[in-house]
């Protein structure tokens, strides 16, 4: 993740003093060079056997590993979404929307799928096992990818670029967004993860972490002293990066903690 990412700083005053435009032709030369450590992704990389599903078709499909020990990154070797599209299922309800979904979300086991653009990331429950499950995930998208059927049944359900600079976007939002989509998305998507922007207001950057990084023990980590560090050293106008978190976690959230206060109370 972006915690593993080591960056020389530049003394504060000085940043501050330089144009923007200046801060990023700086941060693409520093960063050229600061790619993030893959020991641990290569160490964890496993290669699929060859899997042959027709007498005249075949499919490589690679595994690797991510931070989260619950979740996989999948490369089937051919596009999965483009133009910078991503699509995450956290229920089975909202698999209906693509052929895919539903057939990783008919294993069991499996607890949200997330697809990026040329893989697919598998989260499990946390009792389920890899060795019995990985079997039927390979089976799943191998048979999709051979059925020739669209990825998704309503286009529009495909995350919009939450990224794009728009013309009433401000200076500083610009800024965000394009250190977001060109410096910390491809890093956070190499771990089978991905982050969308949901807003800057008074100085604090409110991002969701989605894929392998929303279950993640380590996202906490990521989110402040990967991303926020980042954007607070080239963009001096931001104070804090948040976490916001969807509706459905928000739901669960509040109900684990009517939860809790009701079993201490009657303790």
């Excluded at 032709?25 to 042959?52: C, E, G, H, I, Y």
């Excluded at 697809?115 to 990331?121: A, I, K």
Aim: a negative charge.
């Amino acid at each position: 993740m972006l915690s593993r990412v080591t960056l020389r700083a530049l003394p504060a005053a000085a940043v501050r003093a330089t144009p923007p435009a200046m801060r990023f032709r700086a941060l693409s030369s520093m960063m050229r060079a600061a790619t993030p450590s893959s020991q641990m992704r290569v160490a964890a990389s496993r290669r699929a056997p060859l899997f042959r599903y027709d007498s005249r078709r075949t499919m490589f499909i690679q595994t690797e590993g991510t931070p989260n020990v619950h979740a996989l990154k999948f490369r089937p070797g051919v596009p999965v979404l483009t133009n910078g599209q991503t699509a995450e299922f956290l229920t089975p309800r909202e698999a209906m929307a693509s052929p895919l979904a539903k057939k990783l979300f008919a294993i069991d086991g499996v607890e949200s799928c997330y697809f990026g653009p040329d893989f697919v990331t598998v989260v499990k429950e946390e009792d389920a096992v890899w060795q019995v499950m990985k079997p039927d995930i390979y089976g799943s998208i191998m048979d999709f990818f051979a059925s020739g059927e669209a990825i998704m049944t309503d286009a529009a359900t495909l995350e919009a670029s939450d990224t794009a600079i728009l013309p009433e976007d401000s200076e500083t939002v610009a800024a965000i967004k394009e250190l977001l989509d060109t410096r910390i998305r491809p890093t956070v998507q190499e771990d089978g993860g991905d982050i969308e922007y949901r807003g800057f207001e008074d100085g604090i950057v409110k991002l969701r972490l989605r894929g392998s990084c929303r279950t993640c023990d380590s996202s906490v980590v990521t989110l402040k002293h990967g991303i926020e560090s980042m954007l607070k050293h080239y963009v001096p106008e931001v104070v804090s990066v948040v976490q916001e978190q969807d509706e459905t976690e928000a739901i669960n959230n509040r109900e684990f903690q009517r939860l809790e206060e009701k079993l201490t109370s009657s303790a």
